[in-house]
T-cell receptor, first 112, second 115 residues
Framework: GQQLNQSPQSMFIQEGEDVSMNCTSS?????WLWYKQDPGEGPVLLIA?????ELTSNGRLTAQFGITRKDSFLNISASIPSDVGIYFC????????????FGTGTRLTIIP | EAGVVQSPRYKIIEKKQPVAFWCNPI?????LYWYRQNLGQGPELLIR????????DSQLPKDRFSAERLKGVDSTLKIQPAELGDSAVYLC?????????????FGPGTRLTVL
């Protein structure tokens, strides 16, 4: 099945650094979502974006819905050890059409 | 409030054997999803239920996979017979249309290894 393209595939950073990752699609989506998955757990929703150009924050996380509706970006400021995990973007065609198309994931590792 | 419950958490079987996974969604959630997550990939939808009805099973390999949600609550996903390529994590999620955006809440998954 279709998977959205995420980059980078993995990141190795030091605690306190800022992180940026993005997600691109060949198709337009009307909702963009960002999830975090810890080992042995299911994905947990971090941020949902509903409008092209929208910029939304959740604590140290900020995400943007690209104007073309084919991409989205996630930034994490001042990373802390609990930020370690795999981040997935997901696109949804329309509110009420619940199918999510996930990205390939970005694995975040914090170097001590 | 209890989250989505899945069992077993791990399953190791030999190829050609049958296997079944069980999911109990969050109380009151009428929509239930089964996803498959291959190693190093994001989840991919297999089937979506609205109450008892399978409303999207286009990605379910129907020759060997089956699912049911008889009373609109718990659900079972079955593979018979299993193949080596079925090794993956099978995630169940649920959501409710009440109150606006219907966020999907995921269970911890069942990790299947086919030998």
């Amino acid at each position: 099945g279709q998977q959205l393209n995420q980059s980078p595939q993995s990141m190795f950073i030091q605690e306190g650094e800022d992180v940026s990752m993005n997600c691109t699609s060949s198709s337009i989506f009307n909702t963009w979502l960002w999830y975090k998955q810890d080992p042995g757990e299911g994905p947990v929703l971090l941020i949902a974006l509903y409008k092209a150009g929208e910029l939304t924050s959740n604590g140290r996380l900020t995400a943007q819905f690209g104007i073309t509706r084919k991409d989205s970006f996630l930034n994490i400021s001042a990373s802390i050890p609990s930020d370690v995990g795999i981040y997935f973007c997901a696109g949804q065609l329309a509110f009420g059409n619940e199918k999510l198309t996930f990205g390939t994931g970005t694995r975040l590792t914090i170097i001590p | 409030e209890a989250g989505v419950v899945q069992s077993p958490r791990y399953k190791i079987i030999e190829k050609k054997q049958p296997v079944a996974f069980w999911c109990n969604p969050i109380s009151g959630h009428n929509t239930l999803y089964w996803y498959r997550q291959n190693l190093g990939q994001g989840p991919e939808l297999l089937i979506r239920y609205e109450n008892e009805e399978a409303v999207d099973d286009s990605q379910l390999p129907k020759d060997r996979f089956s699912a049911e949600r008889l009373k609109g609550v718990d659900s079972t996903l079955k593979i018979q017979p299993a193949e080596l390529g079925d090794s993956a994590v099978y995630l169940c999620a649920s959501s409710s249309r009440a109150g606006g955006y219907n966020e999907q809440f995921f269970g911890p998954g069942t990790r299947l290894t086919v030998l």
